[in-house]
Structures are given as structure tokens and as C-alpha cells.
């Protein structure tokens, strides 16, 4: 994973990357070679949690790694705007190799975090949005980019899920139910793309010490320390280094399979 430039040539689209764990993927694959397309909901996205003053510095921050690199933003729950986003990256640099659907989140219709957020409560308008940000708009983007992938015969599409996919939960239900959606969805691509040169796979993150996550819930001061021990938060790069094996040829006979990146949190098969 330390060749320098093992995905020279390629061209990648990290939704949700103007920040975050996004951000810490766009930017490892941009060190591996990649030149690579961030994206956001808009400009001003970024600065949410203090990271990036605006989308552009995002995208700037990229370049000085020496790749090519630009922004676009967009609803990805919205048909006509993810294609319009596709069209955009591709006129610039060129026909996308690596699709990575990282945006989404536990964000409530209104913003924050529903509220109720479990099972019987959560309202209506927040589970319809979080459906959107988290299922729909990874099924959007890979309708936009893979039929693409597809005819050219090569691609590496990386969705994002989370531990919470993979074990029941009394809180963030929707949000929970929604990442489990994305893995078997994987799943169903990948059953789609198997004999065309099309991989398909899915991370699922444990907790990681991204700015939305330090900034909207309590966290434990025991688990913020990097050491010998694995019971511990995630820093984002080890999720980054996660996404770019399998977006790689290090990965090229990995197919429909979600790799759970936790720290050995759900330690049982599913």
C-alpha cells in the first residue's frame, strides 16, 4: 500500500469528500497516483465543522499532492444532478475508474441528528432522509457512473456502510437500516458486474474520529488514544487505507464482499 504511485492513471469520484472521512479517502488515493473528483452538498459544506473553509480549499488542499483534481457539488439523491456531476467530472478528467459513495450520515431532514432515533419513534421525514442521503444516493451514483465502468470493462466501486449495518440497535435505527441496505445492495450489484470487469465492494467503519463525529456526540476519552490496543476510535486514514486496497489491483479478485473496518468491534460472521 506504499507504492507511490500504484493508481496512477486512474480517475476517482469520492462523494461527500469536501471533509471528513471522505476527505481522508480523496486524499490517500490522490498520494497513491489517482487524480480525484470531491464532492459536496455545496460550496460552503465543508467549513460545517471547522476543516475547510469552502469546497475549492478541499479541492486545493488535493493538488499540492500533484494530481489533477476538482470539485463538484450536488444532492446525490437527485437523479438529474448526479449525472449532471458525472458528465462534469468526466469532461474534465477524463472517464471514472473508481467510484467511492461516502456521503451520507445520521443527519435528520432538518439537520442533527433525528430526534427520536430509535425504532418506534423516529419520524417519518427523517427516515425518508436519511434513505436519501445514505441508500438512494449511493444507488443514484452507481447508476450514474457504472453502466460507464461497464462497457469500457473496468472500474472499482467502494460504497461506504458502517459497523452499525451489521448488529441490531436500539438508536440510530434508520440510519443503522440504511447502511445495511447499502451492503446488500453491494451485494446485488456485484452479482450485476461479476463478468464485466466491474468490481464491487463495501467498507463498513467502525467510530472514527472524523470533525461530524467529535462534534455531535459524546465520546470516550479512553478510546481516543492510538496505541496497541484496538479498543479504541478509528483515525480516518486507516479507513482510507481500507477503501484504497480495494479500489486497487491489490483487490483485483475481490468481488461483493464487505470488509468491516472496526477494530474487531462485530467480531461474528454477517
Do not use: W
Not at 16 to 34: D, K
Not at 56 to 81: F, K, P
Amino acid at each position: 500500500m506504499n507504492d507511490a504511485k500504484m493508481l496512477e492513471g486512474q480517475i476517482a469520484l469520492v462523494t461527500g469528500s469536501g471533509r471528513g472521512l471522505g476527505y481522508a479517502i480523496a486524499h490517500r488515493l490522490a498520494e497513491l497516483g489517482a487524480d480525484v473528483a470531491i464532492h459536496d452538498r455545496n460550496q460552503e459544506a465543508p467549513a460545517e465543522f471547522g476543516e475547510f473553509a469552502s469546497l475549492d480549499a478541499s479541492a486545493e488542499s488535493i493538488a499540492e499532492l500533484g494530481v489533477r483534481t476538482m470539485g463538484v457539488v450536488g444532492d446525490i439523491s437527485d437523479e438529474d444532478a448526479t449525472r449532471a456531476m458525472v458528465e462534469q467530472v468526466e469532461a474534465v478528467l477524463g472517464p471514472i475508474t473508481i467510484l467511492v459513495n461516502c456521503a451520507g450520515g445520521d443527519i435528520a431532514a432538518k439537520g442533527g441528528k433525528p430526534n427520536p432515533n430509535d425504532a418506534l419513534g423516529v419520524k417519518l421525514e427523517d427516515i425518508r432522509a436519511l434513505f436519501d442521503r445514505n441508500l438512494v444516493g449511493t444507488m443514484l451514483m452507481c447508476r450514474a457512473v457504472v453502466p460507464g465502468m461497464m462497457a469500457r470493462h473496468n472500474g472499482s466501486v467502494v460504497n461506504i456502510a458502517s459497523g452499525a449495518a451489521h448488529f441490531g440497535r436500539a438508536t440510530e435505527v434508520a440510519y443503522a437500516s440504511a447502511k445495511a441496505a447499502i451492503v446488500h445492495y453491494t451485494r446485488c450489484l456485484a452479482a450485476e458486474t461479476r463478468t464485466e470487469g466491474v468490481r464491487v465492494n463495501v467498507v463498513s467503519p467502525g467510530a472514527t474520529k472524523t470533525g461530524r463525529f467529535m462534534a455531535t456526540r459524546p465520546t470516550d476519552p479512553a478510546l481516543m488514544e492510538e496505541g496497541y490496543s484496538l479498543d479504541r476510535y478509528a483515525n480516518p486514514r486507516e479507513i482510507a487505507n481500507g477503501v484504497a486496497f480495494l479500489a486497487s489491483d491489490m483487490a483485483s479478485f475481490v468481488h461483493g464482499q464487505a470488509l468491516r473496518i472496526d477494530g474487531g468491534v462485530t467480531l461474528y460472521p454477517g
